[in-house]
């Protein structure tokens, strides 16, 4: 039964809200004389040396007292004898778990939000260092249109920002206080639940009691924004997975950031990015946990809930390592500029230009010069050249209207130029982007 039981191996990370939730909750109890402001005294006393244990790291957890919850009154009871007794009243370990766990919760989603901003700085700065690095944009991971390596990482940037809110619409809607819900029913004591919601930081109590004790969305949320958060950080793990293997060589990573085999001794393995890359599956797994762990359960509060902690600490764990890794390798980052440039050069990423072009100088309708540039594109193959090496005779064999015009628009920088559209590649909308967000991140550090 102890080994089924016992959560403190796990909830001792709860160790710091438990005290300060106790210590809220004592102090409402001697303001509203429901225990005497001696014993208050020593209680908060108590409580205040535990916490002082908690930071020196010599409190001692113990297995028998089952969880964090017991464990603090036990000691609390060592150090100041029978008043320790007095804390528990008009409270329960339903309403002071639900508490705890909201606390965690919330700070754990302020600091991922946190986090994920020094992972947008990375990737700004870096983006501002190569406003006009071109390389081959992608569809299917063919090479389709040229792009600039800065408006490639600022889809990050975008990305990302979305999961920052995620993280803190997550934190204010979590933000109001269980305690005082007491075991399922609320209490017969004249307590003040709004008095300690205000002094936890709360928004307001919360306004049922079945639902204080018994709710987890919470948690849900938040793991569920870890999981999209995830999701994210993997698809820019995977890019850079690809982009430093010498397959595609458009970026490398020092040494501090890859590994070595122990049996080939050319190889530059991004570890750090594969593992961003599988702890996906590590939050994901928790999110379902959570969200099976809630499904059918009746109100109020079952043992089952105890369960939840796990999946959202290891979520979290997992996440802060992630972002910590993704931002030292963003920040590591050496761009090949001249190969990225090379590489928007082949693959006729320049071939929507032509066709554009076709639409624009000669009033083609946009079919017809897609099919005029298919013809353009396949003759230029035959001959091994790109398009813009191809000879305005050639072009003209299969639409005699094009003019020389026609090479202003051709090679990838002028294609990438070119896309001023909002939204679009083109380098002055691109610095555009980058000052924005420059603007936006500076205004918040003030
Ligand atoms: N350790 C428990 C948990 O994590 C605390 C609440 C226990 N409540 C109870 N009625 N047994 O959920």
Redesign the pocket.
């Known amino acids: 039964m102890q080994r089924i039981n016992a ?1 403190i191996s796990v ?1 001792q990370r709860l160790a710091v809200q438990d005290v300060t939730a106790s210590r809220a909750h004592c102090a409402m109890l001697v303001k509203q004389q429901v225990i005497s402001a001696a014993d208050g005294a020593a209680i908060d006393g108590g409580l205040v040396h535990i916490m002082g244990e908690l930071q020196a790291g010599s409190f001692p957890f113990r297995a028998e007292y089952e ?1 964090i ?1 017991m464990n603090v009154e036990a000691r609390l009871a060592e150090l100041i004898g029978p008043p320790a007794g007095r804390l528990h009243t008009a409270r329960s ?2 309403d002071q ?1 639900a508490t705890d766990f909201r606390l965690w919760t919330r700070q754990a989603c302020e600091e991922a939000a946190g986090a994920v901003r020094g992972y947008q700085c990375a990737l700004l700065d870096l983006a501002a260092a190569h406003a006009s690095t071109i390389m081959p944009g992608f569809t299917h991971l063919q090479s389709a249109q040229p792009v600039s390596f800065a408006h490639h990482l600022l889809a990050y940037v975008e990305m990302a920002e979305r999961d920052r809110g995620r993280f803190l619409d997550a934190a204010t809607r979590m933000n109001e206080c269980p305690l005082g819900a007491a075991a399922l029913a609320g209490t017969s004591f004249d307590i003040d639940r709004h008095a300690t919601a205000a002094a936890l930081g709360f928004d307001r109590p919360m306004a049922n009691s079945l639902d204080a004790v018994s709710s987890r969305d919470f948690a849900i949320e938040a793991v569920s924004a870890a999981a999209q958060c995830a999701a994210h950080l993997s698809r820019l793990a995977e890019e850079i997975v690809l982009w430093v293997s010498p397959a595609f060589g458009f970026a490398r990573l020092s040494d501090a950031l890859t590994t070595g085999s122990s049996i080939m001794p050319q190889k530059r393995n991004p570890d750090a990015a594969e593992l961003v890359r599988a702890k996906t599956g590590r939050i994901n797994g928790a999110l379902i946990q959570l969200l099976t762990l809630m499904k059918a359960l009746p109100l109020a ?1 079952s ?1 089952d ?2 369960e939840d ?1 796990p999946a959202v600490f290891d979520a979290f764990d997992a996440l802060e390592l992630s972002l910590a890794a993704m931002t030292a390798m963003v920040r590591d980052l050496q761009p090949n500029r001249e190969r990225m440039r090379q590489m928007a050069n082949t693959g006729y990423a320049d071939a929507t230009d032509l066709a554009d072009w076709l639409v624009r100088a000669l009033g083609l309708p946009f079919r017809e010069a897609h099919h005029a540039t298919g013809a353009i594109v396949a003759r230029a193959e035959t001959l091994g050249l790109d398009l813009a090496g191809l000879s305005l005779s050639e072009m003209q064999r299969i639409e005699p209207r094009i003019t020389a015009g026609v090479y202003a628009v051709l090679g990838a920088q002028h294609a990438l130029a070119s896309r001023t559209s909002y939204g679009g590649a083109a380098p002055i909308r691109v610095g555009e982007q980058i000052a924005r967000w420059h603007a936006r991140v500076q205004t918040e550090e003030k």
């Open positions: 959560s909830d969880d919850h370990r339903n778990v509060y043992k809930l105890q902690k």
